[in-house]
């Protein structure tokens, strides 16, 4: 009697050959990384704004005091007169500083001299500039402010009720993890995208071309045909999830996030760590999307069910995320979520806790088990064969 | 030999399969005649098991399929309503994996390549992929397909549909053959010459009952017809609701 290996066999053989199956698994798997390190690039780039830059201003012959400081600051001073609301909006400049005709003799007068500072709060690009402008500004402020009180014979100091500190324990490896966030999506994903189009053929496009029938009229096992299909499926999985994790290392050698002070990379022993706990998740991934493809009676209509289906096993995943949850224990059994936080913890460089690894892997196996005893029940069952 | 009792099938209010019992010995060909829709082909899904009878049994060789299912896949040999194969694989690589769902394998699985290639001279196709196959070349490996393990049964849902006249009198030949050599065949056709020049024993049904049985002679004479196709459609038409 011939076992799951001759059907694992062909299976492989099949799915090799297509095409569309190994593009759909691969290129996701190479581009997002590129991508994604591309985005982290220019964000660290739009957050920490160090270098010079110039900033339009309008009435700057109001304020030649603040003008200077801002100058001696990096802040190259350019004189402005067109539609404020319009450049901003039109994102020709990012930041525009307007002081006000009467703000030199309301300053010297020590009233409250107002300055503008027009921008969009909305563009990420213009956060940063807006930002330093900001502080610059307050600094001044409060300097001139100190010497006021100081000309009166008060004590500045008299106005910090309060000052605070800041002690940033963070290491460059756990700021860099949590830039590294977004990625752990894409290699946490790279299972479910890797192994839809297989787990589709081997069901519903089974069915498609009419195969099923007359494969399942062989002298093998309901047990024997679905481990044969699910360990290619599986294949995939976990092939693609080793490539975009390989991807994903490869493309922070190249990729430099040194201008943010941190330099995140994914050593060979994280990439063995991230690759374990992936398997399980990578199990579960292949299962879940035979189960629903099953049920589907085109290649076509498995695809939008499998679309939808990865919704499923991610939403714990972003509601944490954007709820900001710290890690709990319940989190580690709830197969994927449990993944996610690992690695996490792996890609922060705080390594792998045994116990969560052994309890994430354990409750995504049983519901992976739990999943492959209802696949094999169903290969053989009328609804699947014959659609009825 | 393959033995249905007393088999009824519906789905949902339509009867496909009302108390059908048909015996097909060894050393005979025995057909399945009847009009769309008569339940040929559910009665056929039946006997290799993948569709479950609401009430009767099923046995090959006396192993119950219901009960063991592997065990009655592996003695017999089907080709299925569909024909199903897969773009990507070569003939040969179709009758491999076949073969070795069968159990088959090194210089045994070589030998039953090659001696079932030789039944429809497939071998200019045996080493191309299937796509782009016509009909009636995908009909050929099909039917190699249910041949590749020599199978002491054999189950054939209507299999010279869209085959070429010699293919035709190719699988004749060979069904003739294995009916000599012993061996079990039992198959559906709606074409009265084909079972006319095929069949030892015939069954005709209609609207899910067997309404006559016997060699071709023996149905002649019941009904008074010259030939098998008079004596189809006086049969035939004694089914209320049924038109020939």
């Not at chain 1, 801002?70 to 402005?80: F, G, K, M, N, P």
Request: glycine letters at 6%; one cysteine or more; charged letters at 20%.
């Amino acid at each position: 009697m011939s076992t799951f290996t001759t059907v694992f066999k062909k299976e492989l053989k099949d799915s090799l050959r297509d095409r569309r199956a190994i593009m759909v698994a691969i290129l996701p798997a190479l581009i997002a990384p590129v991508l994604m390190a591309f985005m982290f690039h220019t964000m660290v780039k739009t957050r920490v704004s160090t270098n010079e830059i110039t900033v339009p201003v309008i009435g700057q012959e109001n304020a030649p005091d603040l003008i200077d400081f801002l100058e001696q600051r990096q802040i190259t001073i350019e004189d402005y007169n067109g539609i404020a609301k319009e450049d901003i909006q039109n994102e020709v400049v990012k930041v525009i500083i307007e002081i006000p005709d009467d703000f030199e003799e309301n300053f010297s007068q020590s009233k409250d001299a107002i300055i503008y500072i027009h921008n969009d709060g909305s563009l990420d690009k213009s956060k940063a500039d807006n930002r330093r402008v900001n502080r610059l500004i307050r600094e001044y402020s409060r300097t001139v402010g100190s010497m006021r009180l100081m000309v009166h014979g008060v004590n500045p100091n008299i106005m910090n009720a309060i000052s605070i500190k800041d002690k940033d324990y963070s290491t460059d490896e756990s700021r860099a993890g949590q830039i590294l966030a977004g990625l752990q999506m894409f290699i946490l994903m790279a299972a479910f995208f890797g192994s839809a189009p297989v787990a589709i053929d081997t069901t519903a496009g089974e069915r498609e071309r009419n195969s099923l029938e007359p494969l399942l009229v062989h002298p093998l096992s309901s047990f024997s045909i679905m481990t044969g299909k699910w360990l290619t499926v599986f294949s995939f999985a976990i092939g693609a999830t080793i490539i975009a994790t390989l991807a994903t290392a490869t493309a922070f050698e190249f990729i430099s996030l040194k201008a943010a002070g941190l330099d995140p990379k994914l050593s060979v022993q994280m990439v063995i760590n991230i690759i374990i706990l992936l398997i399980p998740s990578a199990m579960l991934a292949s299962s879940l999307q035979m189960l629903t493809s099953l049920f589907a009676k085109s290649f076509k209509e498995a695809q939008s069910y499998l679309g939808l289906l990865v919704f499923i096993p991610m939403a714990p995943v972003m509601i944490t995320m954007i709820g900001g949850m710290k890690a709990e224990d319940w989190m580690f059994n709830v197969p994927v979520l449990g993944q996610q936080q690992l690695l996490t913890s792996i890609m922060r460089g705080e390594g792998m806790n045994m116990m969560h690894l052994l309890t994430t892997s354990a409750a995504t196996v049983a519901v992976t088990l739990v999943i492959l005893t209802v696949l094999v029940k169903l290969l053989r069952s009328e609804r699947v064969v014959y659609g009825g | 030999m393959i033995k249905v009792e007393n088999l009824s099938k519906s789905f949902g209010k339509v009867v496909a399969v009302d108390g059908v019992s048909i015996t097909a010995e060894d050393g005979k060909i025995t057909g399945l005649l009847g009009p769309n829709g008569a339940g040929k082909t559910t009665t056929l899904r039946t006997i290799y098991g993948l569709q479950k009878p609401d009430q009767g049994q099923v046995s090959i060789d006396s192993i119950n399929v219901r009960e063991d299912l592997v065990a009655a896949a592996a003695k017999m040999g089907i080709f299925p309503d569909s024909i199903g194969l897969y773009d990507r694989l070569t003939s040969r690589e179709h009758l491999q994996f076949y073969g070795e769902m069968h159990g088959l394998k090194g210089t045994e699985l070589e030998q039953a390549i090659e001696r079932t290639q030789s039944y429809f001279d497939i071998s200019e196709i045996i080493d191309r992929k299937t796509k782009g196959f016509s009909h009636g070349q995908q009909m050929k490996v099909a039917l190699s397909r249910a041949l590749i393990h020599s199978p002491k049964n054999l189950i054939l849902d209507e299999p010279t549909n869209g085959l070429d006249v010699m293919s035709i009198r190719l699988l004749r030949e060979l069904l003739h053959k294995l009916r000599n050599e012993g061996k079990c065949v039992l198959f559906s056709s709606h074409v009265m010459q084909e079972v006319t020049a095929l069949c030892d024993y015939i069954y005709i049904m209609a609207a899910g009952k067997v309404i006559a049985s016997g060699t071709p002679e023996e149905i002649c004479q019941e009904t008074g017809d010259d030939t098998l196709e008079d004596a189809f459609v006086t049969l035939i038409s004694s089914v209320e609701g049924v038109e020939a």
